[in-house]
């Protein structure tokens, strides 16, 4: 079946311009992570989600980023007034439950000029 | 605190066997995860430890020692395709199901 999508797969953007990050879990995951993994780097974690309980948002860097999912399905993750800083690749996962193991979506490489 | 340690790089031979060796200290455990990345490219899912021993399945097979907190990656046969980054992750229990992932061991296998 269809894996995990994310969109856009690269994104370009200048310094202080908000990006949004979609993902696209795999259908009746109801577990769905997002990671940050800068160039060389692990991943870093940056918020998980499991079914209609309250998001774990402990790894979010700042509260430029922010993230949401609708419908136990779609997600998407905000950052606002983007820094250099924020470049990196953006990771989304997704698993049957929090007790699964997770599938990883190809990412979305992000370059703040 | 958290921490998940593993070795920056390694280099093996063709036909080699090599083990990747991950040390961790988190806060819960609800096992352990190894995963295949290769440049530019998403982590793939290897193996899964929970339960103390050896995990085998076809060339690579992963052991887990939650008293050491200690897990290793063993791959046998090595083709030239295992060259790739290899991350060692933890799922932690503090209230939540959450992965801690170490920076990886870049494999580099050489003819």
């Known amino acids: 079946g269809a894996g995990v999508s994310q969109s856009p797969s690269n994104k370009v953007t200048e310094k202080g311009k908000d990006v949004e990050l979609r993902c696209d879990p795999i259908s009746g995951h109801t577990a769905l992570y997002w990671y940050r993994q800068s160039l060389g780097q692990g991943l870093e974690f940056l918020i998980y989600f499991q079914g209609n309980s309250a998001p774990d948002k402990s790894g979010l860097p700042s509260d430029r980023f922010s993230a949401e999912r609708t419908g136990g399905s779609v997600s998407t993750l905000t950052i606002q007034r983007t820094q250099q800083e924020d470049s990196a690749v953006y990771l989304c996962?997704?698993?049957?439950?929090?007790?699964?193991?997770?599938?990883f979506g190809p990412g979305t490489r992000l370059l703040v000029l | 605190g958290q921490n998940i340690d593993q070795p920056t790089e390694m280099t093996a031979t063709e036909g080699a066997i090599v083990q990747i060796n991950c040390t961790y200290q988190?806060?819960?455990?609800?096992?352990l995860f190894w995963y295949q990345q290769h440049a530019g490219e998403a982590p793939t899912f290897l193996s899964y430890?929970?339960?103390?021993g050896l995990e085998e399945k076809g060339r690579f097979s992963s052991f887990l020692s939650r008293s050491k907190g200690y897990s290793y990656l063993l791959l046998k046969e090595l083709q030239m395709k295992d060259s790739a980054s290899y991350l060692c992750a933890v799922r932690a229990t503090s209230g939540t199901y959450k992965y801690i992932f170490g920076t990886g061991t870049r494999l580099k296998v050489l003819a």
């Open positions: 988190t806060s819960g455990f609800n096992g």
């Open positions: 430890n929970v339960l103390d």
């Open positions: 996962a997704s698993s049957k439950s929090g007790r699964e193991t997770q599938y």
